[in-house]
C-alpha cells in the first residue's frame, strides 16, 4: 500500500492506473471510517476522536481481511485529508523491511520532523488535521523482537508529535511493554450480512449478475475474509467476462478458491463408511427406516476401496491439504456419529495435518488417515449405552 | 529427431486433448489485458506445463518459441556464487529455484527484481508485462515463498508470476490468496485412449486396442509416461501386436524384490539383506520417499487384510520422520523392522496392544 502510494504520486497524471485493471480490493477500500464494514464498536470509539482531533497509540488486531489497515488508512484520510496525507502518514510494510535498522532509522527519522503548519481547504472542504503525524506499521507481528524493543522508547520520546497505529494478525506477537502502551481494537471476523451487502454493492458497481447461490458461496469459502472473497469475486467476473451470457456459478468460485466440490467429498466420506446424511453405514441406529435406507447403499469399506478412492483423489490434483480440511468438516460436523469416534478421528486429522505441514507424501497420509478414521467408524460399538 | 512427447506436445490452447473448458478459461484470459499471477497445480504427467506454454503462445505469440537457455551466476550475501539455469525469450523467463537449495531466496529476489525493473523493449508486444515462470514452486523455502509475497506485488505493473506445482499444501495462504488457482487433473482413461489414437495416427501406424489398455493402465494418469511407453513399445515390436511386456524401471523391480524379502522371512540377518538393496537404491538417486512407497505398496499387496492399515500408517509415520530427520537409510530400516515385528506377531498371533 505504502508503495502503491508512491507509485501513484510519482506518475499520478501521466499515466493513472487504468481503473479496469485496479484490483477491486483497492478500488473499494472504504474511504470514510464509516464505509467500514461491521466493526461498529471500533468505528464508534474512532469517529470520537475525528471530533476531539486527539488520538492514542493504536493497536488493531485480528483475521486477515477483517478492515484492520482500510480503518487506519480512511481514519489518516479523514483526518489530514488528501493533501497533508502524504507528508504526515508514514506506512509501512514490516514484512519486506523488518528488522532494527528500519526503526532506528526510517521511523526515527520521520518521528523527528516537526510537521508543517496546517494547511486548511485543500479540495474545498476543511479537515481537522491534528498536530501530529500517524506511522502505521503494518503486519507488526513479523516484526523481530528487537525491533518492537526499540520501539517502546522512541513511541514515547516522539509522543507529542507522532502517534502509532500497529496492525498485526496475533496480538500475542507483539512484546508487552508495547502493548501496554498502545490502546487496543479488535477486528472481528465480518459476520454473513456485512460480507453480503459489500460483495453485492461491489456487483452493482461493476455490471455483474450474481446470483444469491453464488454470494453464499464467496461468504462460505472466504470464512469472514472480505479481501479474499472480493479477489475471488473477481477473478471469477474476469474468467467469464468474455462471452456475456455466462453467470459466474458456485461451483466456479469453489474452482477458484480450489476447494473440493462437495460431492467429490461426500462421495469419499461414503467410501470411508460414513453417510454425510445418515451416519455410520452400519445399521446400528435403533431407527429402522434408516437403517434400511442406509444398507442396500453401502458396502463396507476395505482397504482395496480405500486406497482406491484415495489415488483417484490424488491422480484429481486436489491439494492434501485442502482434502483434509473438509473431510474434517464433514465427520465433525456429522451428527449421527458417537462422539468418541469422532474425537478418535480428530486426533488422527491433527496428527495428518502437522505431517502435511512438515512436508510429508500426501498420498500417503491422506490414505493413513481415510484408513484410520474408516477403522474407528466401523469399530464394533460397545453395548453399554 | 525429437521424442513423440515432444514432437506431438500440443503448442496452441485450442489444441490441447483435454480439460476443454480450462482451456476456454485460459484463452479468454489471455485475450483480456487484464492477466493475474497463476499457479498450476496437479500431478505430474498431466500437462501443466503445456498448458502454461500455449497460455504464454496465446498471450504473445510465436515469440514465445524463440528461447535461450542461459547460464546466470548469483552471488548470496556470504559471497557464494550459485549457477542457475536459465529459459528465455524476449517476453518470459523460466527457472526452477528449488535447485540451489536454501539459497532460491536469493535467487528469486536477484530475478525478479531484474525482469520487473526492465519494461518490455519490444514495442509490438501485445501485453507490457513480461512473464516469470516458476517451476517446482512447492519445493521453494518459506523465505523465498515470503520473499514473492511482497514482490509479487509490488512489481505487478511490468511482471506476472506463473507457478508450477505439485499440490498447493506446501504453499504459504498469502500466496495462494494472489494467484489465480488452476488445477489441472490428470486425464481420464478415455481421455488417453484419445491422445495416443491421435500421436499413433499422426505416425500413421494402428494402435491396437489391447496395447493401448496395456498402456494407460500402466501409466496411472501420467500421459507423458503413457507416450513415451508408447514410443518404446513401438520400438520393441513395429506391429505392437501379440505378448506385449511394458519394461518396468530397474528401480521398480528392485523395490519389489526388497518387498518379497520383508514379507518371506522376517530375521536380523534378513534385515540386514533389505539395507544393502535399500542402499543401493539410494546410491542409485531414486528419491527415499519413492522408495518406500513402491515397497509399501508391494507389501500391501502380499499381507493379511488385517495388516494393510498398519504397514501404510507406519509408512506415512517414517515417511514424515524421513523428511525431519536427516540420515533417510534409519527411518527406511526401521520402517521395515517396524513391519517385520507387525507380521510376526501377525503370524504367531500374539497381543500386540502392550506394543502398540
Given at each position: 500500500m505504502f508503495l502503491k502510494g508512491k507509485q501513484t504520486a510519482k506518475n499520478g497524471p501521466k499515466h493513472a492506473v487504468d481503473p479496469q485493471l485496479q484490483p477491486w480490493v483497492e478500488k473499494y477500500r472504504p474511504k470514510t471510517i464509516d464505509d467500514v464494514s461491521a466493526q461498529e464498536h471500533t468505528v464508534a470509539v474512532l469517529r470520537k476522536t475525528l471530533t476531539s482531533t486527539n488520538l492514542p497509540h493504536m493497536l488493531f488486531y485480528g483475521p486477515p481481511g477483517t478492515g484492520k489497515t482500510s480503518t487506519i488508512l480512511a481514519l489518516a484520510r479523514q483526518l489530514y485529508g488528501p493533501d497533508n496525507f502524504r507528508t504526515r502518514v508514514l506506512e509501512l510494510n514490516a514484512s519486506d523491511e523488518r528488522g532494527i535498522s528500519i526503526v532506528r532509522e526510517k521511523i526515527k527519522a520521520f518521528a523527528r520532523q516537526t510537521p508543517a503548519a496546517t494547511v486548511v481547504a485543500a479540495d474545498g472542504t476543511t479537515y481537522p488535521c491534528p498536530p501530529f503525524k500517524i506511522i502505521i506499521l503494518d503486519e507488526a507481528d513479523s516484526m523481530t523482537q528487537d525491533a518492537q524493543a526499540a520501539l517502546r522508547r522512541i513511541m514515547e520520546n516522539y509522543a507529542r508529535i507522532t502517534r502509532f497505529c500497529l496492525v498485526c494478525n496475533y496480538v500475542t506477537r507483539i512484546i508487552e511493554p508495547l502493548a501496554s502502551r498502545c490502546s487496543k481494537f479488535r477486528f472481528k471476523p465480518l459476520d454473513t450480512n456485512s460480507t453480503q451487502s459489500r460483495l453485492e454493492h461491489i456487483a452493482r458497481e461493476e455490471h455483474i449478475t450474481v446470483s444469491p447461490e453464488t454470494v453464499q458461496a464467496l461468504i462460505a469459502t472466504s470464512g469472514g475474509d472480505l479481501r479474499r472473497s472480493i479477489t475471488y469475486l473477481q477473478t471469477a467476473s474476469r474468467l467469464t467476462n468474455g462471452n456475456a451470457d455466462t453467470t459466474i456459478t458456485p461451483r466456479d468460485i469453489q474452482e477458484i478458491a480450489g476447494v473440493v466440490p462437495d460431492e467429490i467429498i461426500d462421495d469419499f466420506a461414503r467410501t470411508l463408511g460414513v453417510d454425510p446424511r445418515y451416519g455410520p453405514s452400519r445399521a446400528n441406529k435403533n431407527d429402522e427406516d434408516d437403517a434400511m435406507m442406509v444398507e442396500h447403499t453401502f458396502k463396507k469399506p476395505d482397504f482395496t476401496s480405500v486406497r482406491g478412492k484415495v489415488g483417484e483423489l490424488i491422480r484429481e490434483g486436489y491439494s492434501g491439504a485442502q482434502l483434509l480440511s473438509q473431510l474434517h468438516d464433514a465427520i465433525i460436523e456429522n451428527n449421527n456419529l458417537d462422539s468418541k469416534i469422532k474425537s478418535h478421528c480428530a486426533l488422527v486429522f491433527a496428527e495428518a495435518d502437522k505431517a502435511l505441514c512438515d512436508g510429508a507424501d500426501e498420498e500417503l497420509w491422506i490414505l493413513d488417515v481415510a484408513l484410520r478414521c474408516s477403522k474407528y467408524i466401523n469399530a464394533p460399538v460397545p453395548t453399554s449405552t | 529427431m525429437s521424442l513423440w512427447v515432444d514432437k506431438y506436445r500440443p503448442r496452441a490452447l485450442d489444441d490441447l486433448h483435454y480439460h476443454t473448458d480450462l482451456s476456454a478459461r485460459l484463452k479468454s484470459l489471455a485475450a483480456s489485458g487484464d492477466f493475474p499471477h497463476m499457479l498450476f497445480y496437479g500431478p505430474s504427467g498431466a500437462g501443466k506445463k503445456t498448458r502454461i506454454s500455449a497460455t504464454l503462445r496465446a498471450i504473445f505469440g510465436n515469440g514465445v518459441e524463440k528461447i535461450k537457455i542461459d547460464q546466470r551466476v548469483f552471488v548470496t550475501p556470504t559471497k557464494r556464487k550459485l549457477d542457475v539455469n536459465v529459459v528465455q525469450s524476449n517476453f518470459h523467463i523460466e527457472l526452477t529455484p528449488s535447485d540451489v537449495g536454501n539459497y532460491d531466496r536469493v535467487v528469486i529476489q536477484e530475478i525478479l527484481k531484474e525482469i520487473a525493473g526492465?519494461?518490455?523493449?519490444?514495442?509490438?508486444?501485445?501485453?507490457r508485462f513480461k512473464v516469470v515462470i516458476i517451476n517446482e514452486a512447492d519445493s521453494l523455502s518459506r523465505d523465498a515463498q515470503a520473499a514473492l509475497r511482497r514482490t509479487m506485488e509490488k512489481y505487478m505493473s511490468n511482471m506476472r508470476l506463473v507457478l508450477c506445482a505439485n499440490s498447493t499444501s506446501k504453499l504459504i495462504a498469502p500466496i495462494k490468496s494472489r494467484c489465480l488457482l488452476v488445477r489441472v487433473a490428470a486425464p481420464s482413461p478415455d481421455e488417453m485412449h484419445a491422445v495416443l489414437a491421435h500421436v499413433a495416427k499422426k505416425e500413421k501406424f494402428d494402435l491396437p486396442q489391447s496395447a493401448a489398455e496395456q498402456i494407460v493402465a500402466d501409466a496411472n494418469g501420467n500421459m507423458r509416461k503413457a507416450i513415451l511407453v508408447l514410443e518404446a513399445l513401438k520400438m520393441q515390436s513395429p506391429d505392437l501386436t501379440g505378448d506385449l511386456k511394458i519394461a518396468k524401471p530397474d528401480w521398480e523391480t528392485y523395490c519389489h524384490k526388497v518387498a518379497d524379502m520383508i514379507v518371506a522371512e522376517q530375521t536380523p540377518t534378513q534385515v540386514l539383506a533389505v539395507r544393502a538393496k535399500f542402499y543401493e537404491l539410494l546410491s542409485h538417486c531414486i528419491p527415499p520417499t519413492v522408495i518406500i512407497k513402491t515397497v509399501a505398496e508391494r507389501v500391501v499387496e502380499r499381507v493379511d487384510g488385517a495388516l494393510k492399515a498398519d504397514v501404510m500408517h507406519w509408512a506415512a509415520v517414517y515417511e514424515m520422520r524421513m523428511r525431519l530427520g536427516s540420515k533417510k537409510i534409519f527411518h527406511l530400516e526401521a520402517w521395515v523392522v517396524k513391519v517385520m515385528t507387525l507380521h510376526k506377531h501377525f503370524m504367531y498371533d500374539i497381543d500386540l496392544s502392550e506394543f502398540a
Open positions: - | 526492465t519494461q518490455q523493449i519490444d514495442l509490438n508486444a501485445k501485453q
